[in-house]
């Protein structure tokens, strides 16, 4: 690995810990929740989650060398995420008017949200454009270099459909979440020299690329259609609010750890992936009467429009700071052992793990690692390696010319 920041605890030390202690100090207005006090709890969960990390890279365990999918498996995560995003996204296809308005402000994205549903179980599909991305990369970067057409085709329009959702849904974390992975992988592997001590502050630069991202996506989800009348500068409005997301989601977390008084012991963050789950999340959440919505505390004491609830102290309203930490420190114990198989091209990790990335990346602001988003996005790398696995390819026939050889491990996919 010749980049610092692919690594997770480096990341989090060099990185995401400087930025939480700079988003400390943005002014604030409105009720603040975010004290020194939980300011300082906040910081043990991410040292504790980089400690975690840490020690996880240095347990050796013997790993299989990192199966491959048959090219159908890619076949069938294209076409699913397709009918998921057709499904979902039906009312843009049967007025194609909508978009224009979308586009011109005249129709913001809390009205689309009203007009359009999803479908739990199908919707949730759209997810598996990551898990084509993911094993994409790899065997294009494996295998050889070029690939069939149509496969590049089908990254194309995932990536299409995943940035117009990004715009009509307002979710941009849909489009951090393919192109992190993305990222991850290729610069795993990058050999170049060019651009050297750029890319090796690359988590720095990202910080202007996500601005001009959020930017873009806040012209047309707010500035048009309401804060142009209450702004005079653009970019002074989209970094205060670019701030506002992150020390809001912190506020948010502290605040309601806070009100609650208690843990609940319910772990419904930390459980989101079950309890989300088509059917039997349902009938566990009604059993266990779980009560996940927190929109009356932010009505009550912030607002609604930041409902972001931090991937940090929710934890600690889940289980209590003691438990939380215990439980990110082995969370970050897993992380490691991943990071470690992806390092090394060995076992599970080096299709997990990007996936993971972007829980690393979005720790302040949300509870990726234990969302409901990720959890089909794992299942499926698991049931491509697994079910769909394809012979393993030794590194000398992959080097080779020799057609025969080639065909024998059928490396033209």
């Known amino acids: 690995m010749r980049f610092w920041w692919l690594n997770p605890y480096k990341l989090l030390l060099y990185f995401l810990i400087p930025i939480y202690v700079v988003i400390y100090f943005v002014e604030f207005e409105g009720t603040v929740f975010f004290t020194t006090w939980y300011f300082l709890t906040g910081l043990l969960f991410l040292l504790a989650l980089t400690l975690g990390s840490f020690f996880g890279q240095k347990i050796h365990i013997k790993r299989a060398k990192p199966a491959f999918v048959n090219r159908i498996y890619l076949d069938i995560l294209f076409w699913l995420t397709l009918l998921a995003y057709v499904v979902w996204f039906r009312e843009f296809i049967l007025d194609p008017r909508l978009l224009v308005n979308m586009l011109f402000g005249d129709v913001r994205y809390t009205d689309i949200r009203n007009m359009i549903d999803t479908i ?26 070029k ?7 089908y990254l194309l329009v995932i990536i299409c459909m995943t940035a117009f959702r990004a715009v009509a849904w307002s ?15 290729y610069f795993a592997n990058y050999k170049g020299v060019r651009f050297k001590r750029l890319l090796k502050a690359a988590p720095y630069v990202g910080v202007v690329l996500v601005f001009s991202l959020f930017s873009l996506t ?53 459980l989101d992936w079950l309890y989300n789950f088509p059917i039997l999340g349902t009938w566990i959440e ?29 934890y600690f309203y889940d289980m209590h700071v003691p438990l939380a930490l215990l439980f990110i420190c082995i969370v970050g114990v897993v992380l490691g052992l991943l990071y470690r198989g992806f390092a090394t091209n060995e076992g599970i990790g080096v299709f997990i793990y990007p996936a993971l990335y972007v829980g690393i990346i979005e720790v302040m602001r949300h509870p990726y690692l234990t969302s409901s988003r990720v959890f089909p996005v794992i299942l499926f790398i698991l049931i491509g390696v697994f079910a769909f696995r394809a012979k393993y390819v030794p590194e000398k026939i992959v080097a080779t010319k020799n057609r025969k050889a080639r065909k024998k491990y059928r490396l033209t996919w």
């Open 171 to 185: 979710e941009r974390l849909a489009l951090i979440e393919i192109f992190l992975p993305i990222v991850v992988i």
């Open 286 to 314: 009604e059993a266990v009467r779980v009560n996940r919505d927190y929109t009356p505390f932010l009505r009550t004491y912030l607002t609604d429009e930041f409902n972001n609830p931090s991937g940090i102290f929710v």
């Open 120 to 145: 739990p179980g199908i919707t949730t599909m759209s997810q598996l454009g990551i898990v084509y991305v993911i094993f994409y990369m790899l065997q294009k970067d494996y295998y050889e270099k």
């Open 218 to 270: 806040e012209y047309f989800r707010s500035w048009k259609s309401h804060y142009q009348y209450i702004y005079d500068d653009f970019l002074s409005f989209a970094s205060q609010r670019l701030l506002n997301y992150y020390y809001t989601a912190l506020n948010n977390g502290a605040g309601y750890f806070e009100i609650s008084s208690e843990p609940s012991y319910k772990f419904e963050h930390t």
């Open 147 to 153: 690939v069939r057409r149509k496969y590049s085709f």
